[in-house]
T-cell receptor, first 111, second 113 residues
Framework: RKEVEQDPGPFNVPEGATVAFNCTYS??????FFWYRQDCRKEPKLLMS???SGNEDGRFTAQLNRASQYISLLIRDSKLSDSATYLC????????????FGAGTTVTVRA | GAGVSQSPSNKVTEKGKDVELRCDPI?????LYWYRQRLGQGLEFLIY????????KSGLPSDRFSAERTGESVSTLTIQRTQQEDSAVYLC???????????FGPGTRLTVL
């Protein structure tokens, strides 16, 4: 089983729509969770960290469900510029610096 | 300020040749990571440097891969006797301290013919 699994998509949505997707992780001891964004043929960039209580950054909302070992990302009022691949990133246990990256979920926002 | 830079941006080589990839982290960042990303796949951890501590080489796929870092600056990833399966984008990232936000370089796209 992969350490981090994501639905590859693509999720094709019209501008203004809401899109949401999940990521599951296998290591129950994982402590840190992130969403990174990767544009085509570009390097990944941090979108947001994911906190236990859930957190919001503008149109983006991230949730963590430790019991079921998944994190989610919701994008409201989608913009064309949101088209990208979203990488789920999970750390190991406390003190473990290694990050495990999912293969990504592709989102395409159409006009 | 300047971000993470990598060179070359593209490298095409013949099977069996050695290649050296370079990463210049953000100044002051003590942690440096190398990852490999094959087409359509997630990032695969290769190696991690933290300050002057011994690097964690546990992610290196074979003994053909090695990496060095000079203090808290430049790092080089060397692949000896390249194979076609080494073809991928090699990404370098640095962070201020470990587990802090990682900032990625643009990557080196390696193609082994």
């Amino acid at each position: 089983r992969k350490e981090v699994e994501q639905d590859p998509g693509p999720f094709n949505v019209p501008e203004g729509a809401t899109v949401a997707f999940n990521c599951t992780y296998s290591n129950s001891a994982s402590q840190s969770f992130f969403w990174y964004r990767q544009d085509c043929r570009k390097e990944p960039k941090l979108l947001m960290s994911v906190y236990s209580s859930g957190n919001e950054d503008g149109r983006f909302t991230a949730q963590l469900n430790r019991a079921s070992q998944y994190i989610s990302l919701l994008i409201r009022d989608s913009k064309l510029s949101d088209s990208a691949t979203y990488l789920c990133v999970v750390s190991g246990k406390t003190g473990d610096y290694k990050l495990s990256f999912g293969a990504g979920t592709t989102v395409t926002v159409r006009a | 300020g300047a971000g993470v830079s990598q060179s070359p941006s593209n490298k095409v080589t013949e099977k069996g040749k050695d290649v050296e990839l370079r990463c210049d982290p953000i100044s002051g960042h003590t942690a440096l990571y190398w990852y490999r990303q094959r087409l359509g796949q997630g990032l695969e951890f290769l190696i991690y440097f933290q300050g002057n501590s011994a690097p964690d080489k546990s992610g290196l796929p074979s003994d053909r891969f090695s990496a060095e870092r000079t203090g808290e600056s430049v790092s080089t990833l060397t692949i000896q006797r390249t194979q076609q399966e080494d073809s991928a984008v090699y990404l370098c990232a640095s962070s201020l301290v470990f587990m802090d936000t990682q900032y990625f370089g643009p990557g080196t796209r390696l193609t082994v013919l």
